[in-house]
């Protein structure tokens, strides 16, 4: 970091006990601006003994909230959901600021997880077990979800109100206590989360965050106080924090990376198809994991007419700053990340598909230091190509072209990654079969973006999640809780039976 720069960034901090505590291992990690490339603060990045001391605050918190009735835990999330909704200004403006996604796009990260709140405001309701009188003589059967105890959630930068709430949002309600490790790049939106979280009347040391990298992952990973890990990001790491995680004893689960296809048929209406393409491909700089980034025409008439159309418009996208209300899409994360993706860009064209749109080199005047692409179209991409097989996880779209519909629809099952799918078509036959052999987690049907609601699960397949429990919904219920249950009957009456050394049954 520049001197010049060091004076005017803020030391964030972990927010701990319902108190922000200084980093004390002395290691940070610089948060810039993607619009300007300025530092506006520092993410300090936690030891393995501050990550202990945040685990000894919330397993003291446990037993009291777990206690607490579900109704009134839900109360707790009704406030927040409230708090959320008056803070959302705000809330979106930080989270721009540090992740480069438009205004408007921001708010719909914290309105996601906000879905994902009002959810868990109906946790009475989600966590009552199942009862059964007279299971045998007088032998009643019932059973019970019980929180796990200290929970975790490390999350990534694209989604750093969403994701973090998927998570802490009903791993609490359910009972449990909660440590969020945020990416190290966009920190403050969660710290500005776990404010609001105790406004709305959580007790101290049910939400923490505890900042930090790798460091911080192992020691969660390791610790034996902490029960279960929810991980989202790139496939690697989650293969890792799974297989660490479980060999520990805990319980996992770790989303990945993603490449999404969407196939257009013959039939499919070009101009609708165009539209959902330049949202599902460039919005929020390609850095979603829903985002669409292979096109797979079906015929080469069908590819023609696309390119024709999809051209100008990816020409013409409007790249701007995050605060600006005309902007289609912001600056990417960081630079590191811009060098990445234009790597990509480079890759492609070396690897000979037909670059025909190149966003590399947009420079936004005022903004020379932003961590700027335009948005970039390939043709002709093969998947033998290493561009195709990869996530590039930025403002370019491929297109694959496929001779038939089987062709084309064996592309996104025989790919590494299996997060979401989209097929445009107006006939019933051709979509009802691909939805079905299909080898991905959420399909579209004339939907770019098929990012289930909170009261549906998410998750991918293959190696977009490890694990086999999804993302809130009754999934998130299921893996935030123990399923209990007992089989009772009462001593009235004196003996009932004899020894038995044979297996009960109801024959
Ligand atoms: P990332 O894997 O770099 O980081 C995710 C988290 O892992 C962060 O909290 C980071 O601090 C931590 N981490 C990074 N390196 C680590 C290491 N070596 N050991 C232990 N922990 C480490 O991901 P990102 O760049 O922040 O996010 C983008 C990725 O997330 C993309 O691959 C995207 O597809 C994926 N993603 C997936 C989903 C999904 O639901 N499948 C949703 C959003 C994002």
Not at 19 to 27: C, D, E, I, P, Y
Not at 153 to 177: L, Y
Request: aromatic share 8%.
């Amino acid at each position: 970091m520049a001197a010049r720069d060091r004076t005017m960034a803020k030391d964030l901090t972990h927010f701990i006990g319902g108190k922000h505590v200084a980093g004390t291992s002395g290691r940070f990690l610089d948060v810039t601006n993607p619009n300007t490339g300025e530092v506006t603060a520092r993410t300090p990045l936690a030891s393995a003994a501050e990550l202990r001391a945040a685990v000894s605050v919330a397993a003291k918190a446990f037993p009291e909230w777990a206690a607490t009735n579900p109704q009134r835990r839900a109360r707790v999330m009704f406030e927040f959901k409230r708090l959320l909704e008056a803070n959302m200004n705000e809330l979106a403006e930080l989270l721009s600021a540090e992740h480069g996604k438009v205004i408007a796009d921001s708010k719909g990260d914290v309105q996601r997880g906000l879905e994902v709140i009002e959810f868990a405001c109906g946790i009475p309701h989600l966590m009552k077990g199942e009862f059964t009188e007279g299971a045998g003589p007088g032998i009643d059967m019932y059973s019970m979800r019980q929180p796990l105890g200290v929970c975790a959630g490390i999350t990534p930068f694209n989604f750093p109100a969403m994701i973090p709430m998927w998570m802490f949002g009903v791993s609490i309600a359910c009972g449990n206590t909660f440590i969020v490790k945020p990416s190290e790049k966009d920190p403050s939106v969660p710290i500005r989360l776990a404010e609001l979280f105790m406004e709305a009347g959580a007790p101290a040391g049910v939400l923490n965050v505890v900042n930090g990298d790798k460091e911080a992952v192992d020691a969660i990973l390791t610790d034996p106080m902490i029960q279960a890990v929810s991980f989202v990001g790139s496939s690697d790491i989650a293969q890792y924090v799974y297989a660490t995680g479980t060999a520990h004893g805990k319980r996992v689960q770790a989303m990945g990376g993603a490449k999404n296809h969407a196939i257009i048929m013959p039939d499919a209406d070009m101009d609708q198809v165009v539209n959902d393409l330049i949202g599902a491909g460039y919005g929020s700089a390609g850095e979603r994991c829903m985002a669409i980034s292979v096109a797979v025409p079906v015929g080469e008439d069908t590819a023609d007419r696309l390119v024709e159309k999809l051209v100008p418009r990816v020409q013409s996208l409007k790249v701007g700053i995050s605060t600006a209300a005309d902007s289609d899409y912001g600056p990417l994360v960081t630079k590191a990340h811009m060098d990445k993706v234009s790597s990509y860009i480079e890759m492609g064209v070396k690897e000979g598909a037909k670059l025909l749109v190149d966003g590399r080199g947009f420079k936004l005047q005022g903004y020379e230091n932003g961590f700027f692409l335009g948005g970039s179209l390939f043709d002709h991409v093969t998947p033998d190509m290493q561009s195709y097989k990869d996530e590039i996880f930025g403002p370019v779209l491929q297109i694959v072209r496929a001779k038939t519909f089987d062709e084309a629809a064996e592309l996104p099952t025989n790919h590494q990654y299996g997060n979401g799918v989209a097929i445009f078509t107006r006939d019933g036959d051709a979509a009802r079969s691909f939805a079905s052999r299909v080898q991905v987690g959420m399909v579209g049907i004339n939907v770019p973006i098929p990012v289930p609601l909170a009261y549906h699960t998410f998750g991918g397949w293959k190696r977009s999640a490890f694990g086999d429990t999804n993302q809130h919904g009754t999934e998130g219920v299921k893996f935030w809780t123990h399923i209990k249950t007992v089989t009772s009957r009462w001593p009235t009456g004196g003996v009932k039976e004899a020894s038995s050394f044979v297996i009960p049954t109801m024959k």
